[in-house]
């Protein structure tokens, strides 16, 4: 028995829900088998219907029919699986939803394994065989699976599509080639997809290099949030303490003046208890004194009333009244002022400082982007003239110095900021965060951003350092000059650039001014200090460079 089972079609013993051998096989009252648990948990998706079907053959039952292991079935199976039927099973490969079927197989179809060109049919591996061992499919061509074979085949010459027109980028037949292509460039399409792939190989090398790039900005950014995460933490940790103390301090103040005014309050209290005691103890004596008077006085008897006068009509020193002023109620209202008026100090402080601190913006990794259009630029644009005091002595201010031309000798004064090496000159204005401005120019100019720190005696000219950043414009000749060294720029300078800088995130752009903005050249850079405009001159008379008026 084991030898015939075998040989059975182990299909016929796979559950058609999970499409495995039946474990804890059950037959349904149609004669289907599945599994156990697969049937229970099909049945209990149509609970709500109260009606139960066969996934196979569809017919319905009512009530939920009670499920009973099939133990001969059972027992057949665990001797199956003895016999190597369970390696033989688990090795068919049936087709699924986006799979390719054998279109020879009955039934349930097997995985296609090749497709024929020739034949138009896919076929799986026992019925592939004949391509294999009969000569009558040697010249067949097999390919990989595929469901639309058809679209391999050309529909006019019905012959395998094997060509490819470069001039009209589609695949054709080798009888297309010479007939509806013919003078066309065509290659074969494995040629074809050659090139391609090479191309796809590239372009797979950038995209990979594209996903380091950003894996590592991902890294970069993680570590940004990370050190803004830490930065505002240690922040806020300082800022409670520093409040702590202020707090603390505040109280400390708050118990000195307290203590102050008590301590002034028990000693003027005491004064004035001791002043109010001596009165009373005055009122106390005069009241005996005027007792005695009243009673002398009353006394009938000459000689007694002269006995006794001498010792009765003697009064102790009064005390001076005047020395008791009674001021208006202002005892310690002086004190409340003076604390009211530190109050009002500290609301003034704290009301400056907090703006300041509302101000305080936190570094970010990622630059903003750049304006695409001159109005978004304009946005930026700032007012900047033209430093007197730096102008070289052949540089010719005007036009409330935002013109600047290359003229014979001035005769300046001497000024420590003035250049004396090269024609060129600075701006008043110090440049910081985002600026924008535009420039008209004629003949021959760079127009520069510098630190103001640039050398003003010898060669120090915009762009031959590490602290200047230049545009050279002229009719032939342009370029970017930084560190002495030139760098093309994307096209001819028109006769109105624009400058737009962003401090922070250390960019400096130079644009052809139009609607569009035509980029000119963009420098990525770290800036340690503010930056003035300038402008070098050319040697011939005339060139000049104007800071256009944008508002």
């Given at each position: 028995?084991?030898?015939q089972?075998?040989?059975?079609?182990?299909?016929?013993?796979?559950?058609?829900?999970?499409?495995?051998?039946?474990?804890?096989?059950?037959?349904?009252?149609?004669?289907?088998?599945?599994?156990?648990?697969?049937?229970?948990?099909?049945?209990?998706g149509?609970?709500?219907?109260k009606?139960?079907?066969?996934?196979?053959?569809?017919?319905?039952?009512?009530?939920?029919?009670?499920?009973?292991?099939?133990?001969?079935?059972?027992?057949?199976?665990?001797?199956?699986?003895?016999?190597?039927?369970?390696?033989?099973?688990?090795?068919?490969?049936?087709?699924?939803?986006?799979?390719?079927?054998?279109?020879?197989?009955?039934?349930?179809?097997?995985?296609?394994?090749?497709?024929?060109?020739?034949?138009?049919?896919?076929?799986?591996?026992?019925?592939?065989?004949?391509?294999?061992?009969?000569?009558?499919?040697?010249?067949?061509?097999?390919?990989?699976?595929?469901?639309?074979?058809?679209?391999?085949?050309?529909?006019?010459?019905?012959?395998?599509?094997?060509?490819?027109?470069?001039?009209?980028?589609?695949?054709?037949c080798?009888?297309?080639s010479?007939?509806?292509?013919?003078?066309?460039?065509?290659?074969?399409?494995?040629?074809?997809?050659?090139?391609?792939?090479?191309?796809?190989?590239?372009?797979?090398?950038?995209?990979?290099?594209r996903?380091?790039?950003?894996?590592?900005?991902?890294?970069?950014?993680?570590?940004?949030?990370e050190?803004?995460?830490?930065?505002?933490?240690?922040?806020?940790?300082?800022?409670?303490?520093?409040?702590?103390?202020?707090?603390?301090?505040?109280?400390?103040?708050?118990?000195?003046?307290?203590?102050?005014?008590?301590?002034?309050?028990?000693?003027?209290?005491?004064?004035?208890?001791?002043?109010?005691?001596?009165?009373?103890?005055?009122?106390?004596?005069?009241?005996?004194?005027?007792?005695?008077?009243?009673?002398?006085?009353?006394?009938?008897?000459?000689?007694?009333?002269?006995?006794?006068?001498?010792?009765?009509?003697?009064?102790?020193?009064?005390?001076?009244?005047?020395?008791?002023?009674?001021?208006?109620?202002?005892?310690?209202?002086?004190?409340?002022?003076?604390?009211?008026?530190l109050?009002?100090?500290?609301?003034?402080?704290?009301?400056?400082?907090?703006?300041?601190?509302?101000?305080?913006?936190?570094?970010?990794?990622?630059?903003?982007?750049?304006?695409?259009?001159?109005?978004?630029?304009?946005?930026?644009?700032?007012?900047?003239?033209l430093?007197?005091?730096?102008?070289?002595?052949?540089?010719?201010?005007?036009?409330?110095?935002?013109?600047?031309?290359?003229?014979?000798?001035?005769?300046?004064?001497?000024?420590?900021?003035?250049?004396?090496?090269?024609?060129?000159?600075?701006?008043?204005?110090?440049?910081t965060?985002?600026?924008?401005?535009?420039?008209?120019?004629?003949?021959?100019?760079?127009?520069?951003?510098?630190?103001?720190s640039?050398?003003?005696?010898?060669?120090?000219?915009?762009?031959?350092?590490?602290?200047?950043?230049?545009?050279?414009?002229?009719?032939?000749?342009?370029?970017?000059?930084s560190?002495?060294?030139?760098?093309?720029?994307?096209?001819?300078?028109?006769?109105?650039?624009?400058?737009?800088?962003?401090?922070?995130?250390?960019i400096?752009?130079?644009?052809?001014?139009?609607?569009?903005?035509?980029?000119?050249?963009?420098?990525?850079?770290?800036?340690?200090?503010?930056?003035?405009?300038?402008?070098?001159?050319?040697?011939?008379?005339?060139?000049?460079?104007?800071?256009?008026?944008?508002k």
């Amino acid at each position: 028995m084991a030898q015939q089972g075998a040989q059975l079609d182990g299909a016929k013993f796979c559950c058609s829900i999970c499409l495995d051998l039946l474990k804890d096989p059950v037959a349904i009252p149609c004669g289907h088998s599945y599994c156990m648990s697969c049937i229970n948990n099909f049945w209990d998706g149509e609970d709500e219907k109260k009606t139960y079907s066969c996934p196979q053959c569809r017919q319905t039952f009512t009530p939920r029919p009670v499920l009973m292991k099939n133990t001969m079935l059972a027992d057949l199976m665990a001797e199956l699986k003895k016999t190597g039927l369970q390696a033989a099973a688990t090795g068919l490969c049936y087709a699924g939803p986006e799979d390719v079927a054998c279109d020879v197989c009955t039934g349930r179809k097997l995985k296609a394994l090749k497709s024929c060109l020739v034949c138009l049919a896919s076929y799986c591996e026992k019925h592939l065989q004949p391509h294999y061992e009969s000569t009558k499919f040697k010249k067949h061509k097999l390919v990989d699976p595929s469901e639309n074979i058809q679209e391999k085949i050309c529909s006019r010459h019905d012959e395998v599509m094997k060509m490819f027109c470069r001039t009209d980028q589609q695949i054709i037949c080798s009888l297309c080639s010479v007939e509806d292509h013919k003078g066309h460039d065509t290659v074969s399409a494995a040629a074809e997809r050659t090139e391609r792939q090479r191309e796809l190989e590239v372009s797979q090398q950038n995209i990979q290099q594209r996903i380091q790039d950003r894996e590592k900005g991902v890294k970069l950014l993680q570590q940004e949030v990370e050190a803004i995460t830490c930065s505002a933490d240690k922040a806020v940790e300082d800022s409670e303490k520093i409040f702590t103390e202020l707090i603390r301090l505040l109280q400390k103040r708050s118990s000195d003046v307290k203590q102050q005014i008590r301590s002034q309050q028990e000693t003027e209290v005491s004064r004035v208890k001791e002043l109010q005691e001596k009165l009373q103890q005055e009122i106390t004596e005069l009241k005996r004194k005027d007792t005695e008077l009243k009673q002398l006085l009353h006394t009938e008897d000459h000689n007694q009333f002269l006995h006794n006068y001498p010792s009765v009509s003697q009064l102790s020193e009064p005390t001076d009244s005047s020395s008791i002023n009674i001021r208006p109620l202002r005892y310690f209202e002086d004190v409340t002022a003076a604390v009211s008026e530190l109050r009002d100090k500290l609301q003034d402080i704290l009301k400056e400082e907090w703006t300041n601190i509302s101000l305080t913006e936190v570094d970010v990794l990622l630059p903003p982007p750049d304006p695409k259009t001159r109005d978004g630029f304009l946005k930026y644009a700032c007012e900047i003239t033209l430093d007197p005091n730096t102008a070289h002595e052949k540089v010719l201010l005007s036009e409330g110095n935002r013109k600047a031309t290359s003229i014979q000798p001035q005769g300046y004064s001497r000024h420590p900021d003035r250049f004396t090496g090269d024609r060129q000159v600075l701006s008043r204005e110090s440049l910081t965060g985002r600026c924008y401005w535009e420039v008209e120019w004629e003949r021959e100019v760079r127009i520069a951003v510098s630190y103001k720190s640039i050398g003003r005696d010898g060669w120090s000219d915009f762009g031959s350092n590490d602290i200047s950043w230049a545009l050279r414009c002229d009719y032939s000749n342009c370029g970017f000059w930084s560190k002495c060294v030139k760098s093309p720029v994307s096209g001819p300078v028109s006769s109105r650039v624009g400058v737009y800088l962003d401090h922070r995130a250390g960019i400096l752009s130079f644009y052809n001014v139009s609607e569009t903005m035509t980029l000119l050249h963009r420098v990525q850079t770290t800036f340690t200090e503010p930056l003035y405009a300038g402008f070098f001159l050319g040697f011939f008379y005339g060139a000049t460079a104007e800071i256009a008026k944008l508002k």
